[in-house]
């Protein structure tokens, strides 16, 4: 089942926008209330209420195969999770990827924080900054959390992850390289494309293995590897997190991306105004952000 989170264009006059989120269909989508009489304001709960019965979502998609779709046309996307909880990224996590940039595989995984406003909907600008000009791309694979986790041994770490979707872990490098950590330059505002929607985890191979993913820049592949490159899985990711920290719904881990990102190449590659950036994950969709204008330019 795919799902989106989006906000209704015509909305009264005034009024404040208010987040829906609902099953998509060939029509459109769906909102959950439509499928769910209980369904919960927040997305973040529908994950911990949809992945405490496991009969809901087949139920739910039921329900919304009889219902009236309101076309995309008359929505406008959000990021598929638009207030997360927390988002834990991977640094370094194909081996490719590392070698590419003359670092060493790690015996534990790189991991980094995203903040909430540094995400963008699928077909949103990416915004480019005033400071910089060094915008790279990243393909990369997001995991979301649908259940509360804690000390999960990697066995059973997959019965944590409600659903999935692709994510573009745009970076600026310079600012990247300016400190030991990575935050600055992985959170500007409006960089890291995260759509168009989610598949759900029992519609996709467990943990996402053997999945084709790759980045097409202005319709150029950039990047181009295979799910199964990655040094730390989905599995053993969330269960070393979870023995850190509670992983809570509406959680997303961020993978980490293959070779072929910009810094890397000769001469470098950045995203400049006018630039598309696609990231496809096989079996999930592709994700589509055109890079808009510098942010603060009039």
């Given at each position: ?82 207030n ?21 595989v ?75 950590q ?7 505002d ?26 097409r ?32 719904p ?12 910009g ?36």
């Amino acid at each position: 089942m795919k799902i989106i989170s989006y906000q209704v264009k015509k909305s009264p006059q005034g009024a404040v926008p208010v987040h829906h989120y609902g099953v998509l269909t060939d029509t459109g989508v769906v909102d959950m209330a439509q499928c769910l009489p209980q369904a919960p304001a927040s997305i973040n709960d529908f994950f911990a209420l949809a992945s405490a019965d496991k009969g809901m979502l087949a139920d739910i998609q039921a329900r919304a195969a009889g219902q009236q779709a309101t076309p995309l046309k008359d929505v406008t996307l959000l990021p598929c999770v638009p207030n997360p909880r927390k988002i834990i990224c991977l640094g370094l996590n194909y081996y490719d990827h590392a070698a590419e940039g003359g670092n060493k595989v790690a015996d534990y995984p790189a991991f980094f924080l995203r903040t909430a406003a540094s995400l963008v909907a699928h077909d949103a600008p990416i915004e480019l900054s005033s400071i910089s000009t060094a915008l790279d791309f990243e393909a990369e694979l997001a995991v979301v959390i649908g259940t509360a986790t804690r000390h999960m041994d990697e066995a059973q770490a997959l019965a944590s992850v409600f659903a999935y979707a692709c994510f573009n872990d745009g970076s600026y490098r310079d600012y990247q390289k300016f400190t030991t950590q990575w935050t600055i330059g992985k959170n500007f505002d409006a960089t890291g494309g995260f759509g168009p929607f989610l598949v759900t985890a029992d519609a996709l191979p467990a943990g996402c293995k053997g999945l084709h993913i790759e980045s097409r820049l202005n319709g150029k592949v950039m990047q181009s590897a295979n799910t199964d490159d990655m040094i730390f899985p989905v599995a053993l990711t969330v269960s070393l997190l979870s023995q850190c920290m509670t992983l809570e719904p509406g959680d997303v881990v961020v993978m980490g991306t293959p070779a072929g990102v910009g810094y890397a190449r000769k001469p470098p590659v950045w995203m400049k105004q006018g630039d598309v950036i696609e990231i496809e994950v096989e079996g999930i969709g592709t994700l589509s952000n055109p890079v808009g204008q510098p942010l603060g330019a009039v």
